[in-house]
């Protein structure tokens, strides 16, 4: 198989804020996955979940609020049932737009579990906010259950959890295998299932994996010869939102770091695409990485707009 190889990485813009806008945009982002389909690119594709697993979490929180005898869904099933909806909607849409191409082609999803170290600094100082806002009575609540909250002043406490580095992907030999046959795989969805292998067996952890940097690793894995990140914007800027903002065509592992360093790329947004790009590059130096946004995938093929890094 002559294909080349890549990993897509999905954003919020890729799957909208709730499941209607999901519905709707889905098929926005298939037109785009189909174009890198058609111009011969073996696709493995990973997505964001925020929104849904947010969604998700506060749903089965409520349930157990209205009727005692249900149990509330840890962070880790929250994040399986999220991989599974998502999941759904993409390869539908996405075998829908293909065929409607001409173009006969398996997408699947694998339900992914990726492992993080028990002892990672994140898990001291949780970050990610997650479900409803709170009361203070019900923030102490969860309190008193091990839980961490973070007030936000006129709205309330949420409560937040760790975002691990991401070791091992559990399911890597499946995701490969699939990629081999030349199928579309859909995997590692919002970051992984995040777990901790205890004597050999694999338990939930209470945390979210940022998506990106499971993008890189499973580019890593698979030996993709690109990463794909698509994402809010066009291309990378220097000194973004500013009156001197100035787009950024190219970039060595060497610049990428640089960048990083001087602090251009905001914690929550573009920094963790830039460092997946790091880590795929420094483990596969010939490969490359594009990030760009949806809309501009085909001028992105044709060089005309994005953001390439190579080492």
Request: with cysteine; charged share 25%.
């Amino acid at each position: 198989m002559n294909r080349k190889k890549a990993v897509v990485s999905l954003g919020h813009e890729a799957l909208g804020y709730t499941t209607s806008e999901q519905w709707n945009a889905v098929k926005r982002t298939a037109r785009a996955l189909a174009d890198l389909v058609e111009a011969d690119y073996q696709l493995t594709i990973t997505h964001s979940n925020g929104p849904q697993v947010s969604m998700i979490h506060k749903a089965m929180t409520e349930l157990r609020r209205v009727y005692i005898d249900y149990t509330p869904a840890p962070m880790c099933v929250c994040s399986a049932m999220s991989q599974g909806y998502v999941g759904y909607d993409i390869q539908n849409a996405l075998r829908a737009e293909l065929l409607g191409r001409g173009i006969v082609k398996t997408v699947s999803t694998v339900l992914t579990q990726v492992t993080v170290d028990p002892y990672d600094e994140a898990f001291y100082a949780p970050t990610k906010a997650i479900g409803r806002y709170m009361s203070a009575e019900d923030a102490e609540m969860e309190i008193k259950k091990g839980n961490y909250v973070k007030e936000k002043p006129g709205k309330g406490f949420r409560r937040v959890v760790a975002a691990p580095r991401p070791i091992d992907i559990v399911e890597i030999d499946a995701i490969r295998t699939l990629a081999e046959a030349d199928q579309v795989v859909i995997a590692c969805g919002g970051g992984g299932i995040p777990v901790i292998e205890q004597n050999h067996i694999l338990k939930g952890a209470s945390a979210v994996i940022e998506k990106d940097a499971v993008a890189g690793r499973l580019a890593e894995s698979l030996h993709a010869d690109e990463l794909i990140i698509l994402t809010g914007v066009p291309c990378v800027y220097r000194n973004f939102g500013k009156q001197d903002q100035q787009a950024i065509p190219t970039l060595t592992l060497t610049q990428a770091r640089e960048l990083c360093e001087e602090g251009q790329f905001e914690a929550g947004t573009m920094l963790p695409k830039i460092e997946a790009a790091i880590t795929y590059l420094e483990e596969n130096p010939l490969g490359k990485v594009l990030i760009t946004s949806l809309g501009d995938v085909k001028e992105a093929l044709k060089g005309r707009s994005g953001t390439v890094i190579t080492a």
